[in-house]
């Protein structure tokens, strides 16, 4: 039965509930490795006598006394996954099944309800790559998936996750305002991917960083030779500004489905400039309220979020 839902979820475009339900049950299971939810003793206790060696796997990572080493782990819809132990993000994914936090809970929900069919989803910054997962899982044949990520360690697993999968482009390069050499701040060897930047200012304290040449390109020139994405999911670190101003040709004309990560505090003022672009571009803002279902921002109602130093995923939409 799920298989047929699967398939006529792909064909007609109609929303998965299976494959949401599924998800629903996950989060619940997997969100013991959530810091949040072994906030007291008594709670790690708990979850230790629970889950034994993922909680205490989680405790490792956290304590940075993991081994290295590789990770067998699956998506919560069952594709096998290769992650490295060691890391943060990929324990969390390769235990869990997703990524967890509210933010990305509430992301996973709006693609399992939105995306699906011909569409074209572009996964820029992807990391491990669980949305080029999702997003290849809920297509169908006619539509494709493209995933940037220019830190070498992580693309290499991307790599070895996506062997035989067909519609699925890897790109290790990052977008940017413009085709050059640029310095990129990489974290794969501090167990903490998802902080590698291009932007200085982003450089979180407390975490050591590697400096590396990766090799950037713009999105509209990636457009002579690509189709054009009717979904972006942007979450960079910092450079989603000069991401936007590197596809002003593409975005002034046409209408995809924009995520983007928008940061508050001192950070905020990065988010900011992607949000006036998007602004000026005819983008309306919505939040992505807990469920998947989006509520309209106004420009004033954004700068008060960014003002409080909240981080929350926007979906952007003309």
Request: positive net charge.
């Amino acid at each position: 039965m799920v298989l047929v839902s699967r398939i006529l979820h792909k064909t007609t475009g109609k929303v998965d509930r299976d494959l949401l339900r599924l998800f629903e049950r996950c989060v619940v299971r997997g969100h013991i490795l959530d810091e949040r939810e072994g906030s007291n003793l008594r709670k790690k206790f708990y979850l230790l006598r629970k889950f034994r060696l993922k909680y205490l796997g989680w405790i490792f990572v956290k304590l940075r006394l993991m081994i290295s080493g590789n990770l067998n782990g699956k998506t919560f819809w069952g594709k096998s996954l290769m992650l490295p132990r060691q890391d943060k993000d990929a324990y969390l994914l390769g235990t869990s099944g997703f990524l967890g936090g509210a933010n990305e809970v509430a992301l996973t929900k709006f693609l399992l309800k939105n995306l699906r069919g011909e569409d074209i989803f572009y996964d820029i910054g992807a990391n491990f790559g669980f949305y080029t997962y999702l997003a290849h899982e809920l297509i169908s044949p006619e539509g494709s998936v493209h995933a940037f990520e220019p830190a070498p360690f992580v693309f290499s697993y991307l790599k070895k996750n996506c062997l035989g999968s067909a519609n699925i482009f890897l790109n290790e390069i990052a977008l940017f305002d413009q085709q050059t050499t640029k310095d990129f701040y990489d974290t794969s060897d501090t167990k903490h991917s998802g902080r590698a930047t291009l932007i200085k200012e982003m450089l979180e304290e407390g975490l050591s960083f590697r400096k590396r040449a990766v090799k950037t390109t713009t999105l509209d020139r990636y457009l002579q030779n690509h189709p054009a994405p009717s979904f972006m999911k942007i979450d960079t670190e910092g450079s989603e500004y000069q991401i936007l101003k590197g596809g002003e040709s593409f975005l002034r004309h046409c209408s995809p489905i924009i995520v983007l990560e928008v940061w508050g505090g001192d950070k905020g003022r990065l988010s900011l400039r992607a949000v006036e672009i998007l602004r000026e571009l005819q983008f309306r803002a919505f939040l992505l309220k807990d469920n998947g279902d989006l509520e309209k921002f106004s420009l004033e109602q954004l700068k008060e979020f960014i003002s409080k130093g909240k981080i929350r995923n926007f979906i952007f939409k003309k």
